[in-house]
């Protein structure tokens, strides 16, 4: 759609619990870049689910902006990882409302959007960042995502069943 609150409009009102946004040219920039549209999408919404909001949060300034202007969640991907101590004062500051994005290849962490696999094993540092106090865990399995085959079932109950907090699968 050419309308970002029109179409969250629609998902509210085809029953949707919560709307999932991502900034993907916030994402690239490593800043929000679509501020007015995030505005215009939770004037539509009106506070009747609650908005997550992923993509270019790197700064508790961020995020303190995007809670103020009303989101009620953001979630952190490649900067939790690259730098954890970020997402521990993320945490911190606004407890119950920092969840985290988490993509993996063959149980490994990617970040950079996909282009780079870690060493680091998914369930290990989403128990890690569970210990930070994230509410949630976002996990994509980018093996499968966008290949028209579902979620990758096993390894997303490995993940659910290692942690206390709850796994959001995607993809």
């Known amino acids: 759609s050419d309308?970002?609150?029109?179409?969250?409009?629609?998902?509210?009102?085809?029953?949707?619990?919560?709307?999932?946004?991502?900034?993907l040219n916030g994402a690239f920039a490593g800043k929000p870049k679509n501020l007015d549209a995030i505005r215009e999408i939770l004037s539509a919404i009106n506070g009747e689910?609650?908005?997550?909001?992923?993509?270019?949060?790197?700064?508790?300034?961020?995020?303190?902006?995007?809670?103020?202007?009303?989101?009620?969640?953001?979630?952190?991907?490649t900067a939790a990882v690259k730098t954890p101590g970020f997402l521990h004062e993320a945490c911190d500051?606004?407890?119950?409302?920092?969840?985290v994005g988490l993509d993996a290849k063959d149980?490994?962490?990617?970040?950079?959007?996909?282009?780079?696999?870690?060493?680091?094993?998914?369930?290990?540092?989403?128990?890690?960042?569970?210990?930070?106090?994230?509410?949630?865990?976002?996990?994509?399995?980018?093996?499968r995502d966008g290949m028209m085959n579902g979620i990758n079932i096993e390894a997303t109950v490995k993940l659910a069943q290692a942690l206390t907090i709850p796994v959001i699968a995607s993809g």
């Open 107 to 143: 149980g490994k962490v990617a970040i950079d959007g996909w282009a780079k696999v870690t060493q680091h094993d998914v369930v290990e540092m989403a128990k890690r960042f569970q210990d930070y106090g994230v509410m949630s865990v976002i996990y994509t399995d980018i093996g």
């Open 93 to 99: 500051a606004f407890p119950g409302q920092v969840i």
């Open 49 to 77: 689910i609650p908005v997550q909001l992923g993509g270019g949060i790197r700064s508790l300034e961020t995020i303190e902006q995007y809670l103020d202007i009303g989101l009620s969640y953001v979630i952190i991907g």
């Open 3 to 23: 309308n970002p609150a029109a179409m969250a409009k629609h998902w509210l009102d085809s029953g949707a619990r919560r709307l999932h946004l991502v900034d």
